[in-house]
């Protein structure tokens, strides 16, 4: 069927109406309509505020293409937008990279977050920048769609990801007198519902749409106060990760302001003299060690880091850990992985000395990253060089393992992909190479962010400064 010169059809699992035109999608007025096409790009769904069509370029029009009025929107019972493919494959993987090498302990159980602040005090403040133009895009949209325009900050920015039993309940995001800042949300979704995890369905508890699916790509926007009441369903597998950012009126609460006053104490000549790049420093181990609660001990759970590195296949091997008898507290395994370690698959020992486990978790997150779509032609070769894990180091291996992994079994339940993809092909000559990559695009950023850093200084504000390359 034609209606509007692009196609219509019912999407009885989806239950919406759904039209199809290139530009980009309709929405009408729709009865329990949360929907999607990921595979087409055009999805219908209604917003209680008006009749729109969103563009590819995300503007709202209304039918006739005039845009909306911005008082439109501020005025409806439940301001809110969803913007679909706002984020595009390679930003959500990038992102994806940098959470998993850099993730901490979250603010709630079974939760992890990577702020920029943690960014910065890890040693890693180039790691901030692919943040940056969509913390700009971000806001534009939604000035322009709250009708706000150069009246908003950004208070909040950073990647959180929730795992196996994580949920919450019904709130704002504005409900505690600490967080009555918050003026509006957008919450960036860097993968999909039923894809890499399980469970994590978004509710509204009134208004269009009802439920939201999180897919790769997709933001949502809305206001941080009791017009948008949500909920998050329990996660029950896998791990779902998102970008998410909270606006404020009030200067005060700007977080460039506090950001920029930590990149003023990084040292600008910065880079490593061995490999001449800016390497991770870890923060405390507290901070690493799940759950939470029991990081006093550290009898039981188990180091993020190298849990993420097991269920990708990897172990670590330290020439120091021959130094530790059995009996001694895994407090000082965890000071060994601060220090130089080799990495393990299988039988076979890669012979590069990593300056310690983010390093590591790093350069391995990073070959994940890029392995799939890697040229042998971009492949910078270093000589490659893998032992055979013997014996000794064998011993050297588990007794790592054993006291940085307590509990295997929660370690693979909170980390293992609900994408049985997580367990990558693997060969040493592109790792190797993969090495070399890290290293120019560690480099590359970390060059733009000293030249960008006197303009954002001078102007107490993080933005992109076109003239500056
Ligand atoms: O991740 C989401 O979909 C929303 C999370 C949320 O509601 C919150 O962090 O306040
Ligand atoms: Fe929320």
Redesign the pocket.
């Known amino acids: 069927m034609d209606i509007f010169g692009g196609s219509i059809r019912f999407d009885s699992v989806l239950n919406s109406l759904i039209v199809f035109k290139d530009v980009g999608f309709w929405a009408f007025d729709w009865e329990d309509d949360m929907n999607r096409a990921p595979n087409h790009g055009t999805v219908l769904h209604s917003m209680s505020c008006a009749t729109i069509q969103i563009n590819k370029d995300h503007n709202c029009h209304n039918l006739a293409g005039k845009p909306i009025p911005p008082s439109e929107m501020a005025n409806s019972d439940h301001p809110r937008l969803i913007l679909h493919s706002f984020l595009s494959p390679e930003t959500c993987k990038e992102l994806q990279f940098i959470h998993k090498s850099c993730s901490t302990i979250g603010y709630r159980q079974n939760v992890f977050s990577t702020t920029l602040s943690h960014l910065i005090a890890t040693n890693s403040p180039h790691l901030i920048l692919p943040f940056i133009p969509l913390r700009e895009k971000l806001k534009e949209k939604v000035e322009e769609y709250f009708g706000c325009e150069y009246e908003l900050f950004i208070e909040f920015t950073g990647l959180?990801s929730?795992t196996k039993g994580a949920s919450?309940g019904w709130?704002s995001?504005d409900n505690r007198p600490y967080l009555k800042q918050r003026d509006y949300?957008a919450?960036c979704?860097l993968n999909s519902y039923g894809v890499d995890f399980s469970g994590?369905l978004?509710h509204f508890q009134d208004g269009e749409p009802a439920t939201?699916v999180?897919m790769a790509g997709d933001a949502?926007l809305y206001t941080a106060d009791s017009r948008n009441i949500?909920?998050?369903d329990e996660i029950t597998g896998g791990e779902?990760l998102?970008l998410?950012l909270w606006f404020s009126r009030d200067k005060s609460h700007d977080e460039d302001f506090k950001l920029i006053s930590f990149l003023t104490k990084i040292p600008l000549n910065n880079p490593d003299t061995r490999s001449n790049v800016c390497l991770p420093l870890p923060a405390s181990q507290n901070m690493y060690w799940f759950p939470p609660e029991q990081s006093a001990t550290y009898q039981s759970g188990f180091d993020i880091r190298c849990a993420r590195l097991h269920v990708l296949g990897y172990q670590l091997y330290s020439t120091n850990a021959r130094l530790l008898a059995d009996e001694h507290s895994s407090r000082e395994f965890s000071d060994i992985i601060l220090e130089p370690l080799h990495v393990v698959r299988g039988n076979d020992l890669f012979d590069y000395e990593f300056a310690n486990i983010l390093h590591l978790l790093q350069a391995v997150q990073f070959y994940h990253w890029k392995s799939p779509e890697l040229k042998q032609s971009e492949v910078k070769m270093k000589p490659t060089k893998i032992i055979s894990v013997s014996t000794s180091h064998q011993e050297n291996i588990q007794l790592l393992k054993r006291q940085l992994l307590k509990d295997l079994h929660l370690a693979e339940t909170i980390f293992s992909s609900g994408n049985d993809g997580e367990r990558m092909e693997h060969d040493w000559v592109s790792f190797s190479g993969t090495v070399g990559l890290w290293e120019d695009y560690t480099s590359k950023l970390w060059h733009n962010l000293v030249s960008r850093l006197p303009n954002w200084i001078a102007n107490q504000s993080i933005f992109l400064d076109q003239a500056v390359e």
Do not use: N
Request: a neutral charge; charged letters at 10%.
């Open positions: 959180i929730w919450i709130h995001d949300a919450v979704y994590g978004f939201f999180p949502l949500h909920s998050v779902r998102t998410t």
